[in-house]
């Protein structure tokens, strides 16, 4: 083994500190919706289709969710399907197992594992820390009656932010009541 040698280096022999970069707004992929489109919506859910599959809760909080998009994912390219850019991904009620659908194209009408819930959707795109979702899905239900004459036949979620962009974009959240069949 070679000798070790210690060597003093002056201050006037270190070398340059790197210059410091100009820091960038930290980058994601989350979908950003236009609220022109989204907030305060009805959409045709005629020719919508999803996958879906569900993950745990604990006390309604949804647990293991980055892994369920990432099997639906999966389970659309083994079934040849594409998954659109800004895909929805929909996450319903359940205080100990939640349902959870991926948005998918390209399906053939009948095919195995494809859910197709038709009807429309009423959604508002709204700001909603965890603290605040309660009240906002309580707001939506009500506009949702109001507007419809009935209670809707789900709620579902989209986050639209991650832990990169939260904070920065107010939590933004899309809530959609659907209703199966509307007169």
Do not use: N
């Not at 960038?24 to 236009?34: H, I, S, V």
């Not at 795109?125 to 906002?136: K, Q, Y």
């Not at 974009?169 to 659907?178: C, I, N, Q, S």
Request: hydrophobic letters at 35%; one cysteine or more.
């Amino acid at each position: 083994m070679p000798e070790r040698r210690r060597v003093r280096v002056g201050k006037d022999q270190r070398p340059e500190p790197p210059p410091e970069l100009p820091l960038e707004p930290l980058q994601c992929a989350c979908p950003r919706l236009d609220r022109d489109d989204w907030d305060d919506v009805e959409s045709d859910w005629s020719d919508i289709a999803f996958l879906r599959t569900g993950t745990t809760a604990v006390m309604g909080v949804p647990v293991g969710y980055a892994g369920s998009r990432a099997a639906l994912s999966k389970k659309a390219a083994g079934l040849g399907l594409a998954v659109p850019d800004d895909a929805m991904f929909l996450i319903g009620a359940g205080r100990f197992r939640r349902p959870v659908m991926l948005e998918v194209e390209e399906t053939a009408p009948g095919q195995r594992g494809v859910v197709r819930p038709g009807g429309v959707a009423y959604s508002r795109l709204v700001s909603a820390p965890w603290g605040e979702m309660g009240r906002v899905v309580e707001e939506t239900r009500q506009r949702a009656r109001e507007r419809y004459g009935r209670q809707p036949d789900a709620l579902w979620l989209w986050y639209l932010t991650c832990r990169t962009c939260s904070q920065e974009r107010e939590y933004e959240t899309l809530v959609v009541a659907h209703y199966a069949d509307v007169p």
